[in-house]
């Protein structure tokens, strides 16, 4: 479990079940939290109602946003794409960090994905070193730089 873990929430957005499941499995072992949503147009909602109400999740503490989402690039209804320019266009600075999940390994792809304004990138099959890499180094903490900033200050991330 990672110290910079508690506390964070994290939104899962894929349409595989068993990718939800290892995802879910993974960022609980890290100590994150985490909420999942099966395409695009419900994670655009997700992180609206948790910027709107400041509930990406209501606990003891109180409501929280998002630290990160972590987007599968192809989904049904609205892909990770076109779901995370939507995030970053709607929501501004004040949108979380989307990574991407994918399991395609080529160049072009890894550039569409920061074209989107996604911050990270990581492959499919997810491993969980990958995975908390991405994560301590994108996931907002409290009074962070948001996504946009992000991508300003490192040029163009690969996520490596």
């Keep these: 479990e990672r110290p910079e873990a508690k506390n964070q929430f994290i939104l899962v ?6 990718n939800l499941k290892v995802a879910l499995a993974m960022l609980t072992k890290l ?5 999942t949503c099966i ?17 990406g999740a209501t606990t003891r503490e109180g409501p929280r946003q998002y630290a990160a989402v972590l987007m599968d690039a192809n989904m049904p209804v609205m892909d990770g794409f076109a ?12 949108a979380p960090p989307v990574i991407a999940l994918t399991a395609s390994v080529f160049e072009e792809d890894r550039q569409r994905c920061l074209e989107a304004g ?3 990138f990581l492959p499919k099959p997810l491993h969980i070193d990958e ?12 009074g962070s730089e948001n996504a946009i900033k992000i991508i300003a200050g490192n040029g163009v991330s690969t996520g490596e």
């Design 31 to 35: 100590g994150y939290e985490a909420a």
């Design 39 to 55: 395409n695009g147009r419900e994670a655009v909602d997700l992180v609206a109602a948790s910027l709107r109400s400041g509930t």
């Design 118 to 120: 996604m911050v990270g």
């Design 131 to 142: 995975l908390s890499e991405a994560l301590a180094r994108y996931a907002r903490k409290p």
């Design 13 to 18: 957005a894929d349409d595989n079940a068993v």
């Design 83 to 94: 779901a995370s320019r939507q995030i970053i266009s709607t929501h501004g600075t004040a």
